[in-house]
């Protein structure tokens, strides 16, 4: 058990949520790297690419205006200058012989010469062919003096007229570092925010799972009360919740199984010894306990019989009132006697449940309320709450109303009954105190014994027998738990233990 405390102390230091994060906030860094290596790698091919099919679609479009021979109207200025402005060309066509009919630029002159300077230069650096046909040919030129690099289209028109199409690489060049400088920048940017972002996610997502380790810790320590409620939109997180519900409700099942069977071999191995000691004090106590009813009966019957009350009818009903009331008194004794007999030969089988305890109590005061508005007693009963308890409702409903009855009969001076449930470690003590006289400390040791009574003329007052409390000691036997009585200096507390 400590070990897995320990790996579960161990694992707190890598939560999911905090895992969860550090996966996104590493996926979005990679994410821009690679976008950055990529952009530093191949922007510059891609972009010459690009460019290199412009001055095509380029040369196609003037071509096919020689073709139509619309090439050099005042119609096609429009289209010339939009296509050239558009895609960032410099044009020039001229003659064979060298007079230029249609030019993008005022500097004709300026453009012929750094295109031939560089493409007569012997520096073969400064130049390179990337591609030829039969009517042109592109090619990678740099301007030495002024150290620009461009591609350049240089071809034969339909019409026999030359053709220089010109575009420069610096604006690429700086594009492509202005977008790398970019995206380092978003790079933080998207970073933090996926930083911020995961924190909120992962825990929208761990929730669940945190909501899942609160219940199975619920159900390592035996408490099967908690159940899962999977959200609006269930995944595969709210099935296992599901899953888990059943088998708690699986696990509380069986754990009352074997509550029931260790109940049942308990009270089996403690009758084994208890039987043969039972059956000899029940022969003693019964006789006992009956020979003074029986011997009023007869007392009082052979009065009747010998017509001592013949003359006077109120005699007559008090000797039958006096017969009456010992026979339903015998019949009493008797009816107690055969429970007692029951739960100490274990005839009487327990059945464990879980239930709240506090119900039953509150249950036991409401029964008895006239008794205790009749004598001005005042009861009060302390909780907190629901106590859920295993044991058998209906015999923990005898032993709370044997108590609560004897509290009655027994209560004086203040008149004050308080029943308390407190919770323990392992288990709730329920108890019942009521003001009055403290019992003898001779007395305390024998109050569980049957017929046992600390007050006789006390007790045949009020009809008692001097067996409930026995009841109650067995019913705990049963139970394998505790129970006792307690002095206080302005009253008696009795009190009983049953498991959570």
Not at 102 to 129: K, P, V
Not at 142 to 168: C, H, M, Y
Not at 320 to 343: F, G, P, Q, T, Y
Request: net charge negative; proline share 2%; with cysteine.
């Amino acid at each position: 058990m400590s070990q897995v405390r320990e790996v579960t102390k161990k694992n707190k230091e890598y939560k999911l949520s905090s895992q969860i994060t550090g996966y996104m906030v590493l996926i979005a860094f990679g994410a821009i790297f690679l976008s950055f290596v990529l952009n530093w790698l191949f922007m510059m091919k891609f972009a010459v690419i690009r460019r290199e099919n412009i001055l095509e679609k380029a040369y196609k479009t003037f071509s096919d205006g020689s073709d139509k021979g619309t090439l050099y109207d005042n119609s096609y200025n429009d289209q010339f200058e939009t296509l050239c402005s558009n895609e960032n060309l410099q044009v020039l066509i001229c003659t064979p012989s060298g007079e230029v009919v249609r030019s993008s630029q005022g500097s004709n002159a300026m453009m012929i010469t750094q295109l031939y300077r560089s493409m007569l230069s012997r520096d073969q650096n400064s130049r390179e062919l990337i591609k030829t046909s039969s009517d042109y040919s592109i090619l990678k030129l740099k301007d030495p003096q002024v150290s620009a690099e461009f591609l350049a289209l240089w071809g034969t028109l339909p019409d026999s007229n030359l053709i220089l199409i010109r575009s420069g690489l610096g604006s690429l060049r700086q594009s492509a570092q202005f977008t790398s400088r970019v995206l380092i920048v978003a790079g933080i940017i998207a970073v933090c925010g996926a930083w911020c972002a995961s924190i909120f996610f992962s825990h929208r997502i761990t929730e669940p799972v945190v909501k899942l380790t609160k219940l199975s810790k619920q159900m390592a320590e035996l408490d099967f009360e908690a159940k899962y409620v999977p959200g609006k939109k269930p995944n595969e997180i709210d099935d296992l919740g599901i899953h888990m519900n059943e088998l708690s409700e699986a696990l509380e099942k069986t754990i009352q199984e074997l509550r029931q069977a260790n109940a049942d071999l308990q009270r089996d191995l403690d009758l084994r010894e208890e039987n043969e000691k039972m059956r000899r004090e029940f022969s003693s106590s019964v006789s006992h306990e009956l020979k003074t009813p029986l011997a009023l009966i007869r007392g009082y019957a052979e009065g009747l019989s010998d017509a001592v009350a013949d003359d006077n009818a109120e005699d007559r009903k008090y000797y039958c009132d006096v017969i009456i009331d010992e026979a339903e008194k015998m019949n009493r004794i008797v009816k107690e006697l055969l429970d007692l007999s029951h739960l100490e030969y274990g005839e009487k089988i327990m059945n464990l449940e879980r239930f709240d305890v506090t119900e039953v109590i509150s249950g036991v005061i409401r029964s008895n309320s006239i008794l205790t508005n009749k004598n001005g007693i005042t009861v009060s009963f302390i909780h907190n709450g629901p106590a859920y308890v295993w044991s058998d409702p209906f015999f923990t409903e005898q032993v709370i109303t044997n108590y609560f009855s004897n509290a009655i009969h027994y209560c004086e001076n203040e008149k004050k009954i308080e029943v308390k449930v407190t919770e323990r470690e392992k288990d709730y003590r329920i108890s019942v105190f009521n003001s009055g006289n403290p019992i003898p400390e001779e007395s305390i040791p024998h109050l569980w014994e049957k017929f046992y009574k600390v007050d006789k003329a006390r007790t045949r007052e009020y009809g008692g027998s001097g067996i409930g409390l026995s009841i109650v000691k067995a019913i705990m036997d049963d139970l394998h738990k505790e129970c006792g009585v307690e002095n206080h200096t302005n009253g008696v507390e009795f009190y009983f233990d049953l498991d959570k």
